[in-house]
């Protein structure tokens, strides 16, 4: 694999300072690792299924415990937080589709998309509920 196959380090400027989320989006950044590691090693189609599954499956159940977290602390954005969740529960849903259908989808696009997207997310759309409750903190 190329260049950008580096490991998926974890940094600090991703915490959101809550212990149980953090813990569980490191749990995502290992999962994508553990991917990318199966993909390396040319793992047969069996395991990198049952990594994708049990992605897909933590993901969702990360996501509704971040909901609940958002709904607790009265998150007044939590509606728009909801809809990028579900943006991408069906993103994920397609490109995994692509990926078992067409020979063109890689799992390298498959990796990067993951990547990208957690990054993303993480600092940009996290950031808002941390934020949030260190201002109703003060
Ligand atoms: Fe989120």
Same mark, same amino acid.
């Given at each position: 694999m190329g260049a950008n196959m580096d490991s998926n380090d974890w940094k600090d400027?991703? *915490?959101? *300072?809550?212990e149980i989320i953090d813990a569980q989006h490191k749990k995502l950044f290992d999962m994508i690792n553990d991917l990318k590691k199966a993909i390396d090693a040319k793992s047969g189609s069996d395991v990198i299924d049952s990594i994708m599954k049990e992605m897909s499956d933590y993901t969702f159940y990360h996501f509704s415990f971040e909901e609940s977290y958002m709904e607790q602390i009265r998150f007044p954005q939590l509606a728009e937080h909801k809809e990028y969740h579900e943006n991408l529960k069906k993103r994920l849903y397609d490109i995994f589709n692509q990926f078992y259908t067409?020979? *063109?989808?890689s799992c390298c696009e498959v990796l990067q998309f993951l990547e990208n997207w957690w990054k993303k997310h993480i600092l940009e759309k996290d950031r808002c509920y941390y934020e949030f409750i260190e201002s109703v903190r003060k």
């Open positions: 400027e991703y *915490n959101v *300072n809550h067409d020979q *063109n989808t």
